[in-house]
């Protein structure tokens, strides 16, 4: 028997605003259901690795909700890549023979509206808008033109990529929006920054989401490798040094270490991947990411798009649940939310938006600052 | 040259103001890999070689090498204004905004050259009185200004 890691309860909560909710309620939806996928209950759980970005010791909270059962927690932090960090953590305790079943949950309270650096530099007055921008829709924006200066990338691509994922999000009833925005719509929308506009843009989102991940021992004597997802690579990065990283943050190479150490892991490469769920933050970033997952040539992100490739029906479809963009944004829960959405096409349970005969599936997360993470997964 | 006065405290902490009292950006230099930064650092981030790295003032030409054009901000923030990122000659890049060009992509060409020049913050943001930051002009345009 292998010592191969497998996911064998995975859901998440509908994304939406829930006032009343605080990030550890929300975690203990996520947890109960992704049991419940699996049949198995809190006492089964050996260790759990819980994600959110604002405050800690938020998977002890959880568990005043589902049962204190004393085992170890761990509280994830890791921007937007914390959901996806968690569930490496987990995979890695368990890879490493220390437990045989944990649970990786993510989950975020949001605010609403754009998300602002804190004024950290200890200036005098905020720099925001006086040196440039930080705010998140500018960083992206540069992403973007910096796509658009190497490769000619234009505004009515990048709008595209939103008109793709809200279309899919159409498909997807745990998505926040399940609207179609037709790409004038898109291109017409309030600009937030050149080229991002307001549809161009993730949504502000509360939401959950949590795995259950077993040895493959403990699966095959739970009898529960049915519908077992197995974790093929898991790869995590932190930004190396680039030329302009510290001055205009550089998501692309962060990705790409993160993507060569999951295909290495897993012995595959990018033609092998059937569909994919990756960051879509801001629409800007898809394009350059189909190129720095290997999904196209450098340059060609554009036209892959353009194909048609990426979208339910295409070749290597990406963001089927909608994605950020239209799916919403928690930005700790987003991770382990993506790799719900691949998990459910992996089963043949994902109904309508069902990426026919997949059998290979991407995640990828970035968070700034930077962490990426990518894994890719296959059926049991 | 430049028009913020005298007495006016820069913003950003990689600034600094010489003897003749004229505002400049502060770098980094490490020796070992010759890699400049904005800023100050101890060891150099590129290839981490401990304290080999110094203070560098930074040059005050360059060239646009991306931008985004702003148009929804935080409260007091001028809108829509334009945050450039550009590569200053001799080394270090800087991120700011670019004025006296028009807030059309079409008009911002990638690669235009500009001058660093300090000036008042008040021209972006309204709490910017008795500050200084640094701003980018098209390099040919502010030449005939001054």
Redesign the interface.
């Known amino acids: 028997m292998s010592n191969d890691v497998y996911i064998v309860g995975i859901d998440m909560i509908r994304f939406g605003r829930f006032d009343d909710a605080k990030p550890e309620t929300l975690a203990a939806q996520a947890a109960l259901m992704a049991l419940d996928d699996c049949g198995k209950t809190i006492h089964d759980i050996q260790a759990i690795y819980a994600g959110t970005c604002n405050g800690t010791m938020m998977g002890q909270r959880m568990l005043h909700y589902i049962g204190q059962t004393g085992v170890p927690v761990v509280n994830v932090t890791n921007a937007c890549a914390t959901g996806a960090t968690a569930f490496r953590e987990a995979y890695i305790a368990i890879k490493a023979g220390i437990y045989d079943t944990c649970l990786a949950v993510g989950s975020e309270k949001m605010g609403k509206g754009?998300l602002?650096p804190k004024n950290s530099?200890?200036?005098?007055?905020?720099?925001?808008?006086?040196?440039?921008?930080?705010?998140m829709?500018?960083v992206f924006?540069?992403m973007g033109?910096?796509h658009t200066?190497k490769f000619g990338t234009t505004?009515e691509q990048f709008a595209r990529v939103s008109e793709k994922n809200h279309k899919h999000s159409t498909l997807n009833p745990k998505a926040m929006y399940q609207k179609e925005t037709p790409l004038e719509m898109v291109m017409e929308a309030?600009?937030?920054?050149?080229?991002?506009t307001k549809l161009m843009c993730s949504v502000n989102v509360d939401g959950s989401a949590a795995a259950v991940l077993m040895s493959e021992k403990k699966a095959r004597e739970a009898g529960l490798m049915n519908r077992a997802v197995r974790v093929r690579g898991s790869g995590l990065a932190s930004d190396p040094?680039t030329?302009?990283n510290?001055?205009?943050q550089d998501i692309n190479t962060v990705t790409r270490l993160a993507a060569k150490q999951a295909y290495e892991m897993a012995g595959i490469g990018p033609e092998d991947v059937d569909l994919v769920e990756l960051h879509d933050c801001f629409a800007t970033a898809e394009i350059p990411h189909y190129e720095n997952l290997g999904l196209c040539a450098e340059g060609e992100g554009g036209s892959l798009l353009d194909s048609g490739a990426t979208r339910l029906g295409g070749k290597v479809p990406v963001n089927v649940s909608g994605g950020l963009l239209s799916k919403g944004h928690p930005l700790g829960a987003t991770g382990i939310a993506n790799i719900y959405e691949i998990s459910q096409h992996l089963r043949q349970e994902a109904g309508s938006r069902q990426v026919e005969g997949a059998k290979v599936g991407l995640t990828h997360v970035v968070g700034l600052g930077s962490a990426s993470a990518v894994h890719l997964f296959e059926k049991a | 040259m430049n028009d913020g006065p005298n007495d006016a405290r820069p913003v950003a902490p990689y600034t600094a103001i010489d003897k003749t009292g004229a505002p400049y950006l502060i770098g980094s230099r490490c020796s070992a890999c010759s890699a400049t930064h904005l800023g100050y650092f101890e060891n150099c981030p590129k290839c981490g070689v401990r304290g080999e790295v110094s203070e560098v003032r930074l040059g005050d030409h360059g060239v646009l090498y991306n931008f985004t054009i702003v148009h929804r901000s935080l409260p007091g923030v001028k809108v829509p204004f334009i945050s450039a990122t550009v590569d200053l000659d001799g080394g270090g890049t800087v991120r700011g905004n670019l004025l006296e060009v028009e807030p059309d992509p079409a008009k911002i060409p990638f690669g235009m050259p500009v001058n660093v020049q300090f000036r008042s913050a008040s021209i972006a943001v309204e709490n910017g009185d008795g500050y200084i930051a640094h701003f980018f002009v098209p390099a040919d345009r502010g030449a005939r200004a001054r």
Do not use: K, N
């Open positions: 754009m602002v530099g200890g200036t005098p007055i905020p720099t925001e808008g006086l040196t440039g921008s930080g705010v829709p500018a924006a540069q033109m910096e200066r505004f309030e600009m937030i920054a050149y080229p991002l040094f030329e302009r510290l001055v205009m």
